[in-house]
């Protein structure tokens, strides 16, 4: 069995961007920059926002954070994201998710200017990766593809198996797997809450992708020998043994399941690093005017 290393294949990945950036802007007056939008007190939204900065820095990129109360309005929302829509030097935004309540995410994320979505979130962008135009891939789905590219796992012909149809993830990996390239050419199966005999399909799996948001949902027995598995969930478990009284698990049984896999990635350091590298990648893209020149 394989250990596939996130952590490590993404900061292989920081120090290549960091050097293709460095090579780039040679000749230019600026550096690439993100832009995230904080909305509220949310502890993981802020740990999230805090890490893509630190990357951001990492890599030599220009990072800004936009934070407002939790009482801010749809509409002021709104012109929020048109005025970083029309700053020149701003390459790259993101809104983080969960938004509150009286705040409808679907409207905001369709005010960004596509050029500018390196989430990956807007209707242009997803539309054009399923019509295999360039586009910006949302970073959960593109950590996973690079996870599979780096490791140079078999793709081809395989019977791949998405558990979760969520719009950030099992949609959109079942999509760009199926596409006729390299990570791809899968036979995709995408499972979720109403798939009848959901063991019985994933036990068919040459790749499961586990996207499903349930603690540990995939065992042992449900996994075929020789399987390539990776878990995006990541939950946290009470447990008193740790100091922060509590532990990170996905939605896959680790230990028993890793047994039977010739690739699985861990929970943490699996597909979780790689999201933000995959934001990165984007934000250089867009700089470069790569996607929408
Ligand atoms: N919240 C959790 N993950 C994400 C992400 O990838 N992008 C944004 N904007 N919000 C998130």
Redesign the pocket.
């Known amino acids: 069995m394989v250990l596939i290393d996130g952590k490590k294949i993404a900061e292989e990945i920081k120090d290549e961007l960091a050097r293709d950036i460095a090579h780039y802007i040679d000749h230019e007056d600026r550096v690439p920059h993100l832009a995230a939008v904080l909305v509220g007190n949310d502890p993981a ?1 802020q740990t ?1 926002v805090k890490n893509k900065e630190k990357a951001c820095q990492r890599v030599g990129m220009t990072s800004s954070i936009y934070k407002y109360p939790e009482t801010i309005t749809e509409k002021e929302l709104l012109e929020v994201v048109d005025f970083i829509n029309n700053d020149d030097d701003i390459d790259g935004l ?4 969960p938004l509150p309540d009286h705040i409808a995410s679907e409207k905001i994320i369709q005010h960004i200017d596509p050029a500018k979505d390196v ?1 990956g979130f807007h209707p242009v962008n997803v539309g054009r990766m399923a019509l295999n135009l360039p586009a910006y891939v949302s ?1 959960t789905p593109y950590g996973i593809l690079q996870l599979l590219e780096r490791y140079k796992i078999e793709t081809e012909g395989k019977r791949c198996v998405v558990l979760g149809r969520s719009n ?1 993830v099992g949609s959109p990996v079942s999509i760009l797997l199926a596409k006729k390239t390299y990570p791809g050419n899968c036979t995709v199966t995408l499972c979720h809450s109403k798939t009848k005999n959901i063991e019985e399909i994933i036990k068919e799996a040459d790749i499961l992708i586990a996207a499903i948001g349930q603690v540990e949902f995939v065992t042992a027995d449900m996994v075929k020998n020789g399987a390539v598995v990776i878990d995006v969930g990541i939950h946290r478990v009470p447990d008193t043994s740790k100091a922060k009284g509590y532990r990170l698990v996905g939605d896959v049984k680790f230990e028993e399941v890793a047994a039977k896999c010739s690739f699985i990635t861990p929970v943490p350091g699996g597909v979780g690093p790689m ?1 933000i590298t995959a934001l990165l990648i984007n934000t250089f893209k867009a700089f470069k005017k790569e996607i929408y020149p």
Do not use: G
């Open positions: 939204s999230y993101i809104v983080q998710l989430d970073a950030i999201t």
